[in-house]
């Protein structure tokens, strides 16, 4: 006998069931969760070395870093910072997902924080659609990538609540249309909070580090 | 290439909907994808034929609906599909416009197999 069975069940159901869960870990140890996305090389690791810089001595922060291959670079630099640091290897997959970020929250001394920042696996189309948990989705977009990039990978700029302009110490050297660029962001996402700011000579950090030190001690 | 994780996700999906109608074998698979989603059909039914090996919904057919992803103006309220690139409202330019449709990612219904009662 055949049957038909109505489901309609989101296909993320499962992976956003043990983001939230993740979630309520985080609001337990009255931790502020940060997933950092961006593509390879926008500068997801000089912006958390540089935020590090920056701290207000209340903020103590711990990082998990994602990548796809078993090197452990990225998590080094932070680990020398005195940060505590999670490597995550993906075994080839393209992003981080809720089930990876709670096998990390494991290795980190939760108690000891109120601030995770997570770096997702650098790729604009794949972190997009899994949610890990965190409180804050911000996107790392940076110059010399182009002022097109809203509009060839609209999907990342949808789910957003910050957005990070990156690298703006290059802005004499591309032709970077700062409108076109910002429109493309308002029509996917309006009114997104956005700081553009230099990892490399720190302009901009101010704004983004009073914004992140209020989020972290009103959490 | 995150269509592994997705065809995982299809499967124990089905799966688990398929046991608790009493279902011996999944024959077909109804997925509506929004184009925002960005998932390749061809890389799901690649990876589908491995996983599903050995489950209830081996050999299972997977049917896409894909439903285009939908810009609205606010200005004008015309519509119009978001295509390959974002742009502005194509009949009045306003850019002040909002996403209305093509982010759905969802398992549909499925039929099966099941034993008389
Ligand atoms: N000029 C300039 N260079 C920068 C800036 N931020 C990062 N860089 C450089 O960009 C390159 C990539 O930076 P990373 O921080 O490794 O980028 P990432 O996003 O972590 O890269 P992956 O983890 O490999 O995806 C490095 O050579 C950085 O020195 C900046 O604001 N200005
Ligand atoms: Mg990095
Ligand atoms: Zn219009």
Redesign the interface.
């Given at each position: 006998?055949?049957?038909?069975?109505?489901?309609?069940?989101?296909?993320?159901?499962?992976?956003d069931r043990l983001a939230q869960n993740n979630q309520a870990i985080l609001d337990q140890n009255h931790i502020f969760g940060i997933n950092l996305m961006a593509s390879p090389g926008a500068g997801k690791t000089s912006f958390i070395l540089e935020t590090i810089k920056r701290l207000p001595a209340e903020i103590k922060l711990g990082v998990i870093e994602g990548d796809t291959a078993p090197v452990t670079i990225d998590s080094d630099k932070i680990a020398a910072a005195g940060i505590p640091a999670v490597q995550i290897n993906t075994g080839g997959?393209?992003?981080l997902?809720a089930n990876m970020i709670e096998m990390a929250l494991d290795e980190l001394p939760l108690e000891d924080l109120n601030l995770i920042m997570v770096e997702n696996v650098g790729n604009l189309?794949?972190p997009a659609?899994?949610q890990l948990g965190t409180h804050a989705n911000i996107l790392i977009a940076s110059i010399p990538e182009g002022d097109d990039k809203?509009?060839?990978y609209?999907?990342i700029y949808?789910g957003l609540d910050v957005l990070i302009l990156n690298k703006i110490d290059l802005t004499p050297y591309i032709d970077f249309r700062m409108d076109y660029f910002q429109?493309?962001v308002?029509?996917?996402n309006?009114g997104l909070k956005t700081f553009a700011l230099s990892a490399k000579t720190g302009e901009g950090f101010d704004a983004w580090i009073t914004w992140l030190t209020d989020k972290v001690t009103t959490k | 290439?995150?269509e592994?994780?997705?065809t995982e996700?299809?499967l124990?999906?089905?799966d688990q909907?398929?046991k608790e109608?009493n279902?011996t074998k999944v024959?077909d698979i109804y997925?509506i994808l929004g184009q925002?989603?960005?998932i390749v059909d061809d890389s799901v039914q690649f990876y589908w034929d491995h996983i599903s090996l050995g489950t209830v919904c081996e050999g299972a057919v997977l049917h896409f609906e894909r439903r285009p992803?939908m810009l609205r103006c606010k200005s004008c309220n015309h519509q119009y599909p978001?295509g390959e690139?974002?742009?502005?409202c194509p009949n009045c330019q306003s850019?002040?416009?909002?996403?209305e449709a093509g982010?759905e990612?969802?398992?549909?219904?499925?039929?099966?197999?099941?034993?008389?009662p």
């Open positions: 006998m055949s049957q038909r069975v109505e489901i309609v069940k989101r296909i993320m159901d499962s992976n997959e393209c992003h997902d189309i794949c659609a899994f809203p509009y060839k609209p999907n949808r429109q493309g308002e029509m996917l309006p | 290439m995150h592994l994780a997705i996700s299809i124990s999906i089905a909907a398929a109608n279902g024959t997925l925002l989603s960005s992803a978001l690139i974002l742009q502005t850019p002040d416009v909002f996403i982010e990612m969802l398992v549909h219904h499925i039929d099966i197999l099941r034993e008389e």
